[in-house]
């Protein structure tokens, strides 16, 4: 089987066959214990759409098999350009370097710097570190 590309973006716009619903769906479903609220996740699709930005599914005899998607911050001098917020593959796909193949097309769609938040026990940060992201800073919040 061969993973087919599908971007969604401001330009595009959406998709009536691969719908915000199916898309946040299948976030909240393959994210995990690493996921959000579907609303949450519906207000990351939404600043694609009305921002800036840009959703990258994998798609499988026309199921989607994972998903990326990215926040551009419009703030190249303070921050990095793109914050990859989300992303998820079904797990009868993992471990078959699709995952890998939808980052590397992903960060080809990036202009600029990307940063993202990935928990320390996350598997997922090991292939962020094989494709080149290092952990530069601490990160600190103050909650409110």
Partial sequence: MEMQPKL??????????????????F???HLEEYGDPKEDIQKCLNYVHDRGGFVLLGIVDEAIIGAVVVNETGMSKFIPENILVYIAMDKAHRGKGYGKELMRNA???????IALH???KNPAKFLYE??????KYLEMRLAR
């Fill in 118 to 120: 990935v928990e320390p």
């Fill in 8 to 25: 969604i973006n401001a330009k595009s716009g959406r998709d009536e066959v691969y719908s915000d619903q199916r898309i946040v769906d």
């Fill in 130 to 135: 094989k494709l080149g992201f290092t952990n």
């Fill in 107 to 113: 960060i080809k769609l990036c202009k600029g710097d």
């Fill in 27 to 29: 976030l909240h479903k």
